[in-house]
């Protein structure tokens, strides 16, 4: 399949610097460019290989100012990488309906009680259990379990593999891949006299609202009481680990790898990095950002709040104390010094 700089440039609004008849088939990476494909910088960084590219035509910021001759043609926009995921979803909708899964595929199991919506798609070995609600053109790949009374939205796609245990609620134009667990029982156990631990029943469920997307392989207990809730528009990665009762607030994103404690509130647009690990009963502000690797272990008040390391603490000021700890070896170093020409002059004296 083929465009010209001159559609591609409709699709994003972009004004076009060069040949608008300049053809496209593919899409690479800037720096491993070839002639017929298109690429994008947003990273400044990536700009120097603006000049050693070969491919066709390049999707670049407004504010780009060349240093050079290009032989690229340039499609100019406000945001590139915006304008690069814009094309990239228009691509994807193209391949969607060109590429249709529809029906109810065999072998499969739906329960006489399930609720089938119009226009679904229920892929072979998928087991729709009782009382189960499946939304208007919801597309669920093989393999998945979806368990009784379980309600999944409109438009919303559970990838092969999913397991969703019973009560849950998905919402509508929820994206889970492969393999992610959600509804298991969340991690109660009460420590007994004699050193034993008795189960905590987990009588609560999963609440995921509209516009969630949720990696592979990443889990969410059900809650003991009440719900794990996942608001609305949050993004989670891989690999993550959310436990029960935690409440993910509304256009949250969360990397690969975090691990989330049990009845924490995190608020609206928070961005946490890989492997953060977050203690219970925690409430984080609206707005918080916690770089990768870091340990959260106190309530975060503030809004906006940048946080770094493990215990983490504000992000500026565990910047300049990991600039000092680098220098220990040579200030330790001076000290001794000081130490000798102090212990000279006493003997001197």
């Known amino acids: 399949m083929q465009f010209t ?6 699709f994003i609004n972009a004004r076009i610097e060069g040949n608008p008849e300049a053809a496209i088939s593919d899409i690479s990476k800037i720096e491993e460019g070839r002639p017929g494909t298109l690429s994008f910088i947003a990273n400044p960084k990536y700009e120097h290989y ?17 240093e050079q001759p290009v032989s690229a043609t340039l499609l100019r926009v406000p945001d590139a990488y915006t304008a690069f995921a814009t094309l990239l979803d228009k691509y994807n909708e193209f ?3 060109n590429n249709q899964h529809t029906g109810i595929e065999q072998p499969s199991f739906i329960h006489e009680t399930a609720t089938i919506g119009k226009d679904v798609y229920i892929g072979a070995f998928a087991y729709i259990g009782k009382n189960a609600r499946i939304g208007d053109n919801a597309r669920i790949f093989p393999g998945a379990y979806i368990g009784n009374q379980v309600s999944i939205g409109n438009s919303t ?28 029982d969340g991690f109660g156990f009460a420590p007994q006299a004699d050193g034993s631990y008795k189960k905590v029943p987990q009588l609560g469920n999963v609440v995921i609202e509209d516009h969630v997307e949720i990696g592979a392989n990443t889990t969410i207990d059900r809650a003991t009481i009440g719900a794990t809730l996942i608001r609305k528009g949050a993004k989670l990665d891989n690999l993550i680990q959310v436990a029960h009762n ?14 989330i404690s049990g009845s924490t509130k995190i608020g609206r647009h928070c961005m946490i990095g890989g492997q953060v690990g977050i203690v219970g009963h925690l409430q984080i502000a609206d707005g918080t950002r916690i770089n990768a690797q870091s340990g959260l272990s106190k309530s975060v008040t503030t809004p906006g709040t940048a946080l770094n390391g493990s215990p983490a603490y504000e992000y500026k000021s565990s910047l300049k104390s990991q600039a000092i700890f680098r220098n220990l070896p040579e200030l330790l170093n001076r000290l ?13 004296g």
Do not use: P, W
Request: net charge negative; aromatic share 2%.
């Open 5 to 10: 700089a001159a559609q591609i440039a409709l």
């Open 50 to 66: 603006l000049y050693t590219t070969s491919s066709s035509v390049i999707i670049v910021n407004d504010a780009l100012q060349l």
């Open 95 to 97: 391949m969607a309906m």
């Open 157 to 184: 796609v559970i990838h092969a593999g999913v397991k969703v245990y019973q009560d849950c609620k998905i919402g509508a134009q929820v994206i889970v891949h492969a393999g992610t667990v959600i509804g298991a």
């Open 246 to 259: 935690v409440e993910i607030g509304e256009g949250t994103v969360i990397a690969a790898q975090t691990g």
């Open 336 to 348: 001794q010094e000081l130490e000798r020409k102090i212990g000279d002059l006493s003997k001197d």
